[in-house]
């Protein structure tokens, strides 16, 4: 992992897009605000076109975290394309429809690992709501 200082100025969504412009131009964030025993504050799940012909929009997956000298306004940010198999890999659907089709093995796993997880987790939430269930044995 990577990291690169980031200056928050005002909304953090908008000073990720603008780390971000040097890739290409945000379509779609969602960040999402991690719990505070977590070692990342947050994670962002980002749909972006990228500046290279033929455009494609591609995952991105930025990885905030706060630093023992950091001011309030400033962070560091590990940024993983989709392509570099992000091991972060709940991005919501409404991201994941928007990226390009791609033949890279890397992506179609990631994007089918953030799918599997979705339904994994719809799966277990109804488990466990049945195993609260009373017995009718």
Known sequence: ???SHMEVTGD???SLAEDLNIYGKV???EVVDLPADNRHF???FVALRMREIPYPVEGVVCLLKSY??????EC????VFES?????CFCPDRILNQLSPTQD???LSWRQRCRALRDWDSERWADELLDDLPQLY
Not at 76 to 79: C, I, L, Y
Not at 84 to 88: K, N, T
Request: charged share 20%; glycine share 4%.
């Open 105 to 107: 093995i890397v992506s």
């Open 27 to 29: 379509i779609d964030m």
């Open 84 to 88: 570099e198999g992000p091991s972060a």
């Open 68 to 73: 023992e000298e950091a001011t309030p306004t």
């Open 76 to 79: 560091m940010v590990d940024t």
């Open 1 to 3: 992992m990577t990291y």
């Open 12 to 14: 953090l969504s908008r």
């Open 42 to 44: 947050a994670v962002a």
